[in-house]
């Protein structure tokens, strides 16, 4: 009997952006090449039982930062472990750096060593000096451009002359821009003046970097990038005090798009970062309780559009001296996992809410929808079951990244990613990786449509 498909998924549950219902996935030559209510019987490879558990698009990760401990080979294994099957990632043109030179070097650096596709961002720290290489990277299938509005000290933050020259240029080639959304020289100024009154930087941490300086940021960026003809995106929205800034100009009818992380939607600075100190420090800072119940209902209400990791693992230890430690945290292996558990376990989110925020928003937006982030006729056979009922702890020792700590450590949860699979190739399997470096496929960005 001639083989009709590669692989047959059989009894789950499809979750898609417009609901959940019983369906099997039939899957040749890299694509989901039909879905039916019964594909028992037809010839397949391989026939994977997926009764009682969910079958979904694999997770679409558009904040990653291949830099610190895991390169663009460990981030897209432990995001793969995770159910993460498409990143775009960070390409960061340091000062001195070419950005051109950079986007091209992250590229090669992808095919030879990750195991997922991916995308990239550009990232520039001198605007000044990158800006002319902006069209350029256009032409190499990178159409998105990240600046920081803060960390002036570490001569990171771009000031709002070159923030608005390039949102002038990307606007001409359509486009997008991402802004690290909190003011700079005001957060600088209260962190000098807290250590010159000898507080303690853990302690006062938030108030160093608070929510309103966040807002004022987000409507800031905001108000230039509609001035500029610029769609904007802001990630990694930790307050709040940023969701009435979001509705404002969404209701305007500006083109805003508000991302957040589930490290805001489900830790605090007071349970989590006055524990573990320096492991939870990131920028912006974790927050209250009553941010996170916002920020929920802001991923339910659709001012938040996208959830994505912002996975940053860099070397620190719980001893290690606040003030001098690093940002960021390892996040991407535990984000599917997480919003499940706490969003729709909960019932603050819906599974199909689920889906879109992180699987076909993000692709949408990106214009990889729905090649990526579809479980459609057509689309990569990027697939994910997640068993539902599956218990697990979160432990450092159980994560796949080289950071060695989880800002979840000894978190008891229920649901859990079974196998990952991308373009009809099986990558993880009941916690163990098969799929091999250099399988990976570069990814063309195409904002032109948000201008639409």
Known sequence: MTQEFDTIIAGGMLATGDGVARADLGIREEQIAEIADDLAGRPAGRVIDAAGKIVMPGA????????????LGGLSITAAHGGVTTVIHYAYARPG?????????FRDDGLANSVLDFALHGGLFDVERQLADVPA????????????????????MTDDYWMTALMDVVAGERGLIAVHAENGLATD?????FLREGRSPLETFTAMRPDLLEAEAVNRAMSIAHVMGCPLYVPH????ACLATLRRGQAAGWRVYGETCPQYLTLTHDETTLKVGPLAKIGPPLRTQRDCQALWQGLADGVLVTV??????????????????????????TMLTMIYHEGVNRGRITLPRLVQVMCETPARLFGLYPRKGALMVGSDADVVIFDPAGRQTITAAGQHSAAGY???EGRQVIGKPLLTMQRGAV??????????PGRAKFLRTDTSHLYS
């Open 60 to 71: 679409v990760d558009v904040h990653c930062h291949p830099v610190y401990l895991d390169d």
């Open 189 to 193: 100024y209260l962190e000098d003046k």
């Open 137 to 156: 990277c256009f032409r190499e299938g990178v159409t998105s451009f990240k600046v920081f509005m803060a960390y002036a000290k570490l001569k990171w």
């Open 427 to 436: 990558l993880v399997e009941n916690g163990k990786l098969a799929a091999k």
């Open 97 to 105: 750096m070419a950005l051109l030179d950079t986007v091209r070097g």
């Open 406 to 408: 989880t800002l979840y």
């Open 237 to 240: 929205n930790s307050a709040e």
């Open 308 to 333: 994505a990791s912002d996975h940053a693992p860099k070397a620190k230890r719980v001893t290690d001296d606040f003030f001098d430690a690093a940002y960021g945290s390892p996040q991407i292996e």
